[in-house]
């Protein structure tokens, strides 16, 4: 019963994702075919989900801070710092937990950062993680001195960005295996409808007893989390710390996820599964051109229009015009047949 | 006078939101040259009428006729063209510009296309000379006073509009001198014979500038009356209502009288808001608080509920003393809070019914342990039949529900938590007759089942029903404490209006 209600409820994001993998199909045909190699799937479809994991990741962690009336814009900064502290760690000659340990946890501590801003000293979000969205480099670039700290020599922290595991990439099993627990927590737990209470209502949320601070400071710290995920695999994938371009404008990514995926910028219900779909849909959108052969500079103008036309699609605007235009053919039809009885 | 045809005249309008009638057939008669008060307590439909008559409503029934012609204005913008201006409590002028650009913000003087600003100061201190205001108009409108604000605000109102000026709570925010330079202004404009409606909650106020009162009372028109002669405990009864007192008064037990207190509040009282009170509710007991607004009754509930922190005296619960520093903290004592402003204080209006009911004991519980959807579904269904909620689907949202029935949800929110101490402000206003006797049923039933009470009613028949004790608060201060045979509503009114000469600081 339940696994029908997600899927109606997600109708619109099924068709885009349908269409852009059929596009993608049209444009480059080998775009379904999946093999195995050493073990190992690869195939554009595979390569889809591989890539997105950054995007998914993070577009977790944006969820419930949008369905909190809020907005994370450090995530991509704060993958970068992440990647420079699991980087400087592991050349420093600590293990592979240490080093995820360290990088988790400065995640966090940034997350928590972000949290205390918005929670305790109620600044807008939106002033309050931009705080870190500009220091946010320059940190990554004083824990890695200014250069791209490289660890081509550390196969163990490599293998989280490209290894495979049970024939899938790494990455893959990561993005799934958080958002499936993110899932879990949140809908199993009272979490969920205590998140989008405050979205809806902080202050009628509080006077009724939610400890609404803990539980902002709580999804910032989540938000944190996941970022941090996203900044060791983007870190292992390329076997360094790039202070500048780890990360880059990913944010916007993750909340243009969120938002295609039916969580709304103004807080309460959301969908984890829907941005699950947001992300899928916008790593098939840069796979696809990337295939496509597009020159490089078009990438992100085709990227800008398509996102344009789904966002227009799912507007209220359009949704009621869509709604008017079925009532109107139905009145016509019914005037039609009137007419029809009344010529005989 | 009453010959004169009138310059704004009102006639049978009603105003409906969302099939809840805000406004029922009410009339309303502004002279010119006359000062017109506006009473009423909050939702009696004061400013329901003043944005029919201002534009920014349009009426469902009724018609309005500016010196005997009918006008039906789009918009505020509108009504200042046909001469209805208003001055609003917060200044609606833009303090970092000029005091000669607020004035002519939107038709400034033009000469060769550009704003001519000499021509601007020029004419800005000719109209606020005739105001007596001798001001630097090049100067920003911020270094000003309040006052002076509110009198450019004026200033701009007549000069755009001249006939009609709504003058909405203008003196809230003013001290007594800079009312009295305020009074001075609004005689010099009825000296010009312009009509001036006025609307404050400042009786003293009422009194001194008013020529006659309008009082209205949920949505209806109770009477126009002149102000020379009007007793103010007529007034007093005109605004609050009587009705109601005789089909359920309460009887009380008198043994409970003599137990122990449930909650003791010592001295409890914060600066600017309420000042300190002693007050002692027992289980089984419903304690009444009466007062105008702006008495300090909400602020009393405030810091019962660690909403708002006190700031000296102490509140204890069966005796030890607690330090309610949180909604939370209360919650956690067995306390409950049923806010006076649903919308913004109680419904989360994008959840359903279901998930608001539950809500509070849901996070009474934590996050970690939550209601199963069959405990929740129990939970509403019980809460849905008990209270007798009419929602067609309990997984309706909330917001969609009417008032009378977001309120039940509300009382079923906090029922669920099976609170020791219940907190009730304003719970029957703004809600339908069926809803209403309800409510005041439910008070009674779980007073009776030995559960403490503290209700906050503007409805003193009804208070008077039900409450083993009633507080009297007046300019936040507990003034009257009323037991046993002095429970009635001519001794609430006469604490209310006794004294009524210490409103001057207002």
């Known amino acids: ?344 | 006078m009453a010959n004169a045809q009138p310059l704004l005249s009102v006639r049978g309008v009603s105003k409906a939101f969302l099939g809840v009638s805000a406004l029922e057939n009410v009339d309303f008669t502004l002279q010119a040259g006359e000062v017109h008060a506006l009473l009423g307590e909050n939702g009696a439909g004061k400013s329901t009428l003043i944005k029919i008559i201002t534009g920014a409503y349009r009426r469902d029934e009724g018609e309005v006729l500016l010196e005997g012609t009918p006008i039906h204005p789009r918009d505020v913008v509108d009504a200042q063209k046909l001469g209805i201006g208003t001055v609003y409590q917060e200044v609606n002028l833009l303090t970092n510009l000029t005091v000669a650009e607020n004035l002519f913000l939107g038709r400034q003087p033009k000469r060769f296309g550009l704003t001519d600003v000499r021509e601007m100061n020029r004419r800005s201190r000719a109209i606020l000379d005739t105001y007596g205001l001798d001001i630097d108009v090049t100067a920003p409108l911020a270094n000003f006073s309040v006052a002076i604000q509110q009198v450019v605000a004026i200033a701009r109102a007549v000069d755009i509009s001249g006939k009609v000026l709504v003058l909405d709570e203008p003196t809230a925010s003013l001290d007594a001198h800079e009312v009295e330079m305020l009074f001075a202004v609004v005689r010099q404009l009825r000296a010009r014979g312009m009509g001036i409606i006025f609307i404050s909650h400042f009786l003293d106020q009422v009194y001194e500038i008013a020529d006659s009162i309008t009082v209205l009372r949920n949505g209806r028109l109770i009477d126009t009356v002149p102000v020379a002669g009007l007793d103010r405990l007529k007034l007093v009864s005109m605004m609050l209502g009587r009705q109601l007192e005789a089909d359920i008064k309460r009887t009380i037990d008198p043994n409970t009288a003599k137990s122990e207190p449930l909650v003791s509040l010592r001295g409890l009282g914060k600066r600017g808001s309420v000042d300190p009170l002693d007050l002692d509710i027992r289980q089984g007991e419903v304690v009444g608080i009466a007062g105008l607004l702006g008495s300090g009754r909400t602020e009393t509930a405030q810091l019962v509920f660690g909403i708002e922190r006190a700031d000296s005296g102490t509140i204890s619960v069966g005796g030890a003393p607690v330090n309610m520093t949180s909604p939370r903290k209360a919650i956690s004592q067995g306390f409950a809070f049923c806010p006076e402003d649903r919308k913004t204080d109680g419904i989360v209006g994008d959840l359903s019914v279901r998930e608001n009911i539950i809500f509070a004991l849901q996070a009474q519980r934590g996050w970690m342990r939550p209601l199963s959807r069959s405990e929740q579904e129990a939970l509403a269904d019980r809460y849905i039949a008990a209270l007798d909620i009419r929602t067609s689907d309990r997984e309706k949202p909330i917001k969609f529900l009417s008032g009378g029935n977001q309120q039940k949800v509300l009382l079923a929110r906090w029922l669920a938590t099976n609170p020791r101490f219940l907190i009730l402000d304003e719970p029957t206003r703004g809600i339908d007759v069926g809803a209403h006797a309800e409510i005041i049923r439910l008070i009674i039933d779980l007073c009776e089942r030995g559960m403490a009470l503290l209700v906050i009613s503007s409805e003193l028949g009804e208070l008077v029903g039900y409450s083993s004790r009633i507080i009297v608060l007046r300019d936040r201060k507990m003034v009257s404490e009323l037991t046993g045979d002095e429970i009635s509503t001519d001794h609430i009114m006469k604490a209310i209006a006794s004294h009524g000469a210490t409103g001057e600081a207002a």
């Open chain 1, 1 to 344: 019963m339940a696994v029908p209600t997600i899927i109606r409820e997600r109708t619109p994001q099924l068709i885009v994702l349908a269409v852009i993998l059929a596009l993608n199909a049209i444009i480059s045909p080998g775009f379904f075919s999946i093999e195995i190699q050493n073990d190992r799937l690869y195939g554009s479809l595979i390569d889809v989900l591989n890539r997105g994991a950054p995007v998914t990741l993070l577009a977790i962690g944006m969820t419930l801070v949008i369905a909190t009336k809020g907005i994370d814009l450090s995530v991509g900064a704060v993958m970068a710092i992440v990647g420079a502290v699991a980087a400087s760690l592991i050349t420093s000659g600590y293990s592979l937990p240490a080093t995820l340990a360290g990088a988790l946890f400065v995640g966090l501590a940034c997350g928590i950062w972000n949290g205390a801003l918005v929670a305790l000293l109620d600044i807008q979000p939106i002033i309050a993680t931009l705080i870190l969205m500009v220091a946010g480099r320059g940190i990554a670039q004083l824990i890695t001195e200014g250069v791209i700290l490289t660890f081509n020599d550390k196969p163990e922290l490599i293998f989280v960005g490209s290894g495979s595991f049970l024939s899938l990439p790494m990455p893959v099993i990561i993005w799934v295996v958080v958002a499936i627990l993110a899932i879990l927590v949140v809908r199993r737990s009272a979490l969920g409808l205590l998140i989008e209470a405050i979205g809806v209502n902080r202050r009628a949320s509080t006077l009724s007893g939610v400890n609404s601070r803990v539980i902002l400071l709580a999804v910032y710290a989540v938000s944190g989390l996941c970022a941090a995920t996203a900044g060791v695999i983007a870190a292992a994938d390329i076997k360094g710390a790039d202070a500048n371009n780890a990360g880059l404008w990913l944010e916007m990514d993750a909340i243009l996820a969120v938002v295609i995926g039916g969580t709304s910028l103004l807080g309460g219900r959301f969908s984890l599964v829907g941005s699950l779909m947001g992300a899928m849909i916008i790593q098939s959108l840069n796979t696809g051109i990337l295939m496509a052969g597009f020159p490089p500079e078009f990438n992100l103008i085709i990227k800008a229009a398509i996102i344009l036309i789904i966002l227009i699609v799912q507007s209220p605007a359009s949704q009621a015009a869509m709604a008017n235009f079925r009532a109107n053919r139905q009145t016509v039809a019914i005037k039609t047949e009137s007419r029809e009885h009344a010529a005989r």
